[in-house]
């Protein structure tokens, strides 16, 4: 059974910071991987989607990395702002029997303090 | 505004009665995915359709749980005889044929007292 696991569970920067948000997940097999933001009390909006032949995609501030051996990836954001502050979701598109459903994290609360 | 919508935003019922959400796919959308989402924790799978059949469901969809996506389209996601324990944020997603990632839509938020 695909496991997902985000670390930190929540982090607090001030403005301006680079920082890193942690996914891994258990079972390499997968078709891609996907972060999506969450504002409180609001649904998913995605902002990377990375296949499994890629290593990394690019948007805006926005950076995510894949290295599907070692079962992690990495959403990089530079120079962060306070409206960056929401939950970050990480989740994987499995292969086989669960090639059409995600596997989510937890999250990370993010907060970014001007 | 051409995303997915969902209706009603919000729902609040008492326990032991019935309740139904609807979903709006991005039209063209073949896929159309339902999960549960309670608080602090991720998204979890519920159901999936491709067009009008489904074709999965989570063993966290008990009996009382039903879905349905009558020619393809919209898609209505009802529980029966609700319980406390099915206060969540119900989100649906939708997937062109095409590609793997989902669209998700702004959630239904059920509260049961």
């Known amino acids: 059974k695909q496991e997902v696991t985000q670390i930190p569970a929540a982090l607090s920067v001030p403005e301006g910071e680079n920082l890193v948000l942690n996914c891994s997940f258990t079972?390499?097999?997968?078709?891609?991987l996907q972060w999506f933001r969450q504002d409180p009390g609001k649904g998913l909006t995605s902002l990377l989607l990375i296949q499994s032949s890629q290593r990394e995609q690019t948007s805006g501030r926005l950076n995510a990395s894949l290295d599907k051996s070692s079962g992690r990836s990495t959403l990089y954001i530079a120079a962060s702002q306070p409206g960056d502050s929401a939950t970050y979701l990480c989740?994987?598109?499995?292969?086989?029997?669960?090639?059409?459903?995600?596997?989510f994290g937890k999250g990370t609360l993010l907060t970014v303090n001007p | 505004d051409t995303g997915v919508s969902q209706n009603p935003r919000h729902k609040i019922t008492k326990r032991g009665q019935n309740v139904t959400f609807r979903c709006d796919p991005i039209?063209?959308?073949?896929?159309l995915y339902w999960y549960r989402q309670t608080l602090g924790q991720g998204p979890e799978f519920l159901t999936y359709?491709?067009?009008?059949?489904?074709?999965?469901k989570s063993r966290l969809l008990s009996d009382r749980f039903s879905a349905e996506r009558p020619k393809g389209s919209f898609s209505t996601l009802e529980i029966q005889r609700t319980e406390q324990g099915d206060s969540a944020m119900y989100l649906c997603a939708s997937t062109p044929g095409s590609s793997y990632e989902q669209y998700f839509g702004p959630g239904t938020r059920l509260t049961v007292t």
């Open positions: 989740a994987v598109w499995g292969v086989g029997g669960s090639n059409y459903k995600l596997t």
């Open positions: 079972d390499s097999a997968i078709y891609n």
């Open positions: 359709f491709q067009n009008e059949a489904q074709l999965e």
């Open positions: 039209s063209e959308h073949n896929r």
